[in-house]
Every structure is written in C-alpha cells, then in structure tokens.
C-alpha cells in the first residue's frame, strides 16, 4: 500500500515533496488482526508536514490453487495409496477434502474419479 492509494486529495502552495506511509507491506499475518490504522504524512518542499490517520482492511481473497491430473497409484505394504493432489496457498492450507482419499487392492486397475476440496486458513475454496 502506497500514501498515494490513502490520499484522496492534497494540496500546497509551494508542492508536495512526498507522501509516506508507515507501513505499507500487509502479510497473512495481518489478516487476523484487521482492520489496521496506519499514519499517512505528507510533506512539502519547505519541509512542512501534516499527518493523519487512514484504516486498511487486510483480507485474504484468494482461492487455494490445486492442480489435479491422472495418476498412477503405487499401493503401500498396507496395500493403500493417497489419492491428494499437489495444493498451495498463499496463506495456507487448513484442510483437504478428497473422495476417495485412499485406495486400496480393491481398486487395482479401476479409473477413479476422485472429488477434492481445498479450504485455505482463511475459508476460502
């Protein structure tokens, strides 16, 4: 986040020398503690500042990505395998959903359809 994205309007006789923000980097981190006041200054070429306070809500507005092709399943000494497919998320990961999520001899040699969910930390799908 820049000064420039806070400040609707501003103004002065002898111009504006910058704009500045005291923080300006929002993580994951920050989504929980949101909504977040941060001190805007702007000052002029003399070096006259004025400052004020501006509140930015963090959220975390991005789908978990999973990326799901066919897979050849290499059974265990139990005789299982995962069905989980490659999943990412920005923020994080809280919980997979697959159906089937094991196979087992019963299915050696069957195509499987296999339906996922992914739900980020955030609820997010």
Same mark, same amino acid.
């Given at each position: 986040?820049?000064?420039?994205? /806070? #400040?609707?309007?501003?103004?002065?006789?002898? =111009? #504006?020398?910058?704009?500045?923000? %005291?923080?300006?980097?929002?993580?994951? !981190?920050?989504?929980?503690? $949101?909504?977040?006041?941060?001190?805007?200054?702007?000052?002029?070429?003399? =070096?006259?500042?004025?400052? =004020?306070?501006?509140?930015?809500?963090?959220?975390?507005?991005?789908?978990? !990505?999973?990326?799901?092709?066919?897979?050849?399943?290499?059974?265990?000494? %139990?005789? !299982?395998?995962?069905?989980?497919?490659?999943? %990412?998320?920005?923020?994080?990961?809280?919980? #997979?959903?697959?159906?089937? !999520? /094991?196979?087992?001899? $019963?299915?050696? =040699?069957?195509? /499987? %359809?296999?339906?996922?969910?992914?739900?980020?930390?955030?609820?997010?799908?």
């Amino acid at each position: 986040v820049s000064a420039s994205d /806070l #400040i609707l309007s501003d103004s002065d006789a002898c =111009g #504006i020398a910058s704009r500045t923000v %005291n923080k300006s980097l929002f993580t994951c !981190e920050d989504v929980a503690d $949101s909504p977040h006041t941060v001190l805007v200054t702007v000052t002029d070429v003399n =070096g006259q500042q004025t400052t =004020g306070l501006a509140t930015i809500e963090v959220r975390d507005n991005t789908d978990p !990505e999973f990326v799901s092709s066919p897979i050849s399943a290499s059974l265990d000494a %139990n005789g !299982e395998a995962s069905t989980l497919p490659f999943r %990412n998320d920005t923020c994080g990961i809280r919980t #997979i959903i697959a159906s089937p !999520e /094991l196979v087992s001899c $019963s299915h050696a =040699g069957s195509f /499987l %359809n296999v339906s996922v969910a992914v739900f980020d930390i955030f609820n997010n799908v």
